[in-house]
């Protein structure tokens, strides 16, 4: 058989690896840039790792007819040589159900690389630890047509707001380069206990991550231990016994805005890990004019240069309803 006889698939559409025949795959831009293993890893589900590698080894993998390694990279374009593999049927994992299509989840910003949606409050970013679905399997659900969708960082459950998914490897891997470079504008809206003072303040209080007894993370300030770490909180505007603030993000570490914030006195509305628990419980009854039964944290201005295109990117994630609802009813009972 010649090069010209073969029908390749791209790597776009490949779902899984077929277990009767010799198969060949013509590398697409999702996979342009990835070690070959962890290619396999992802499109051979079920299949053990050891085998995966002792096929590669046996050169029953080709990449433009030749032999590879476990850590050649692949290049958009070429062409691999696949041996039929069979997947255990116990490996076959039930895919998301249709309720987990997009549905309440409003997209900011979409190209053939980048995903922005604005996440509502309550929904994990991903499945694990008793949650069978996040907001990465339902964008998947709700698009099976791109072969490629990963988280290009997280928010927490509680928080509300602008996250990227990227729909291409290059993407992923450029967009987390320029986090580390801090290449990436983040803004925050959040309302806190207290009549904050300060028009800006600048907290660069270092956090170290710790579990609790039962294994819950958690976050604390330690001078010694800590990560370094800095946010700018700016005063949006006063309502007496709470205070609506812009926080811009120059660290990207767990928990911070919640942990800085609670450092100098102010803890989130809302906040169950971190805040005053008995006001949160009256909030939650309506004692700021109409219940919130949430935190008050949300992601609200992302602003970056395009890590494919190098185009400005800005997108403005708008308040959900209920956040929006209380702070209407501040502004109607008039407080300062």
Same mark, same amino acid.
């Not at 490629?148 to 998914?165: C, N, P």
């Not at 290449?183 to 300060?198: F, I, M, N, S």
């Not at 303040?201 to 800590?226: C, F, I, M, Q, T």
């Given at each position: 058989m010649t090069t010209s006889d073969i029908h390749p698939e791209d790597s776009a559409r490949l779902a899984s690896l077929p277990s009767d025949r010799v198969s060949f795959v013509r590398i697409g831009p999702d996979a342009d840039g990835q070690r070959l293993d962890n290619f396999l890893v992802r499109v051979a589900k079920g299949v053990p790792k050891s085998h995966i590698y002792r096929i590669i080894r046996s050169g029953e993998v080709r990449v433009n007819k030749a032999r590879a390694k476990a850590e050649t990279r692949l290049v958009e374009g070429d062409l691999l040589r696949l041996p039929p593999v069979r997947v255990s049927e116990r490996a076959v994992t039930k895919a998301p159900p249709a309720a987990l299509a997009e549905g309440t989840v409003p997209v900011l910003f979409e190209d053939r690389h980048l995903l922005i949606?604005?996440? #509502? &409050?309550?929904?994990?970013?991903?499945? +694990?630890? +008793?949650?069978?679905?996040? /907001?990465?399997?339902?964008?998947?659900?709700?698009? #099976?047509?791109?072969?490629?969708?990963? /988280?290009?960082?997280? /928010?927490?459950?509680?928080?509300?707001?602008?996250?990227?998914?990227?729909?291409?490897?290059?993407? $992923?891997?450029?967009?987390?380069?320029?986090?580390?470079?801090?290449?990436?504008?983040?803004? *925050? !809206? @959040?309302?806190?206990?207290?009549?904050? %003072?300060?028009?800006?303040?600048?907290?660069?209080? #270092? $956090?170290?991550? *710790?579990?609790?007894?039962?294994?819950?993370?958690?976050?604390?300030?330690?001078?010694?231990?800590?990560? %370094?770490?800095?946010?700018?909180?700016?005063?949006?505007?006063? *309502?007496?016994?709470? !205070? $609506?603030?812009? &926080?811009?993000? @120059? !660290?990207?570490?767990?928990?911070?805005?919640?942990?800085?914030?609670?450092?100098?006195?102010?803890?989130l509305v809302g906040d169950d890990k971190y805040g005053d628990f008995e006001f949160n419980r009256q909030v939650a009854q309506g004692a700021l004019g109409v219940p919130l039964k949430r935190m008050f944290l949300h992601s609200r201005t992302l602003a970056f240069e395009h890590p494919v295109t190098g185009e400005a990117v800005r997108v403005e994630a708008p308040l959900w309803p209920d956040c929006e609802a209380l702070l209407a009813a501040l502004d109607k009972k008039g407080q300062k």
């Open positions: 949606v604005n996440k #509502p &409050a309550g929904l994990a970013a991903h499945g +694990g630890s +008793g949650i069978s679905h996040g /907001l990465i399997e339902r964008m998947r659900a709700s698009r #099976p047509d791109v072969p490629f969708l990963e /988280l290009a960082h997280r /928010l927490d459950r509680e928080t509300s707001g602008a996250i990227i998914l990227c729909k291409s490897r290059k993407a $992923l891997v450029r967009f987390h380069d320029m986090m580390k470079t801090r290449a990436v504008e983040k803004h *925050y !809206t @959040l309302l806190v206990k207290g009549d904050w %003072p300060d028009d800006r303040r600048h907290v660069k209080a #270092p $956090l170290l991550r *710790y579990l609790l007894p039962s294994g819950e993370r958690r976050v604390r300030v330690d001078e010694k231990e800590g990560m %370094p770490s800095h946010t700018i909180f700016t005063k949006l505007k006063r *309502y007496g016994a709470v !205070t $609506l603030l812009d &926080a811009e993000l @120059l !660290t990207g570490r767990t928990h911070q805005i919640r942990v800085h914030s609670l450092s100098v006195g102010f803890p």
